[in-house]
């Protein structure tokens, strides 16, 4: 499925959270000017600002964790490119998203990564926190026979064919060694809640790391994520 472009992908999205960077954490908008200077020759020079509220976290004594809004701000860059791509990035996030016009292949992705690392490691990173690597397909089914692309476990949703169906989607999580892949599939229903007028069926594959990293270790655990989602995709697909 991703290692060359399909017709069913819609999104393709990179998560990484980390511990937070404090040059980064701030609401000084030219702080991340080290960052853009790196990435500019794959997202050029367009800069969108968002600014949001710290939070403060106060652990009771029953050791529950309550979290408040602060009167600090801190800010997001949002880097867009003209192909389809964008980072949106933050003191304690990293997010790159590809529409289905802007991902081409596997390689090619993994060249904007290396170029995100290099970038981040302007500023003191001490550890990743969490890894997601992400792929949503979307297939127009409404006068596709599914059953002859789909795995037929996964359309049990078609024996309610006639009972005015809104949406259907099911959520499953397996254990992947290290890895967890939440798999979510069904019919989507882009129109929701009204009846929809374009039947689509889904087939989500989000898989996260949860361990604490470090930065140079992100391409090894993305090529491990991607083949765990690209095996599942060829068993779900006929």
């Known amino acids: 499925m991703v290692e060359n472009k399909n017709d069913y992908l819609n999104e393709v999205i990179f998560h990484i959270r980390y511990s937070p960077i404090l040059e980064l954490y701030c609401d000084d908008r030219s702080a991340a000017a080290d960052f853009q200077n790196v990435v500019a020759c794959e997202?050029?020079?367009?800069?969108?600002?968002?600014?949001?509220?710290?939070?403060?976290?106060?652990?009771?004594?029953?050791?529950?964790?309550?979290?408040?809004?602060?009167?600090?701000?801190?800010?997001?860059?949002?880097?867009?490119?003209?192909?389809?791509?964008?980072?949106?990035?933050?003191?304690?996030?990293?997010?790159?998203?590809?529409?289905?016009?802007?991902?081409?292949?596997?390689?090619?992705?993994?060249?904007?990564?290396?170029?995100?690392?290099?970038?981040?490691?302007?500023?003191?990173?001490?550890?990743?926190?969490?890894?997601?690597?992400?792929?949503?397909?979307q297939i127009e089914i409404n006068d596709l026979a599914i059953d002859q692309y789909i795995n037929p476990n996964l359309l049990f949703v078609e024996k309610f064919h006639d009972d005015n169906v809104i949406q259907s989607i099911t959520r499953t999580e397996f254990e992947m060694e290290d890895y967890i892949l939440a798999f979510q599939f069904g019919l989507f229903n882009p129109q929701y809640p009204n009846m929809p007028t374009n039947k689509e069926f889904i087939l989500d594959y989000d898989c996260i790391l949860n361990n604490d990293e470090d930065i140079d270790l992100i391409p090894f655990y993305l090529k491990?994520?991607?083949?765990?989602?690209?095996?599942?995709?060829?068993?779900?697909?006929?």
Do not use: P
Request: net charge positive; aromatic share 12%; glycine share 6%.
């Open 224 to 238: 491990d994520m991607h083949d765990i989602i690209s095996n599942r995709f060829k068993k779900d697909m006929i």
């Open 43 to 137: 997202f050029g020079d367009d800069v969108q600002f968002q600014e949001s509220r710290k939070f403060s976290v106060k652990v009771t004594g029953t050791g529950k964790t309550i979290e408040n809004k602060t009167n600090d701000e801190f800010v997001t860059w949002k880097f867009i490119s003209n192909s389809g791509k964008y980072i949106a990035l933050n003191g304690k996030e990293l997010i790159l998203s590809y529409s289905a016009n802007g991902y081409s292949n596997f390689t090619n992705f993994m060249s904007d990564i290396n170029l995100i690392i290099m970038a981040l490691k302007k500023y003191s990173i001490n550890q990743i926190n969490c890894l997601g690597l992400r792929y949503i397909n």
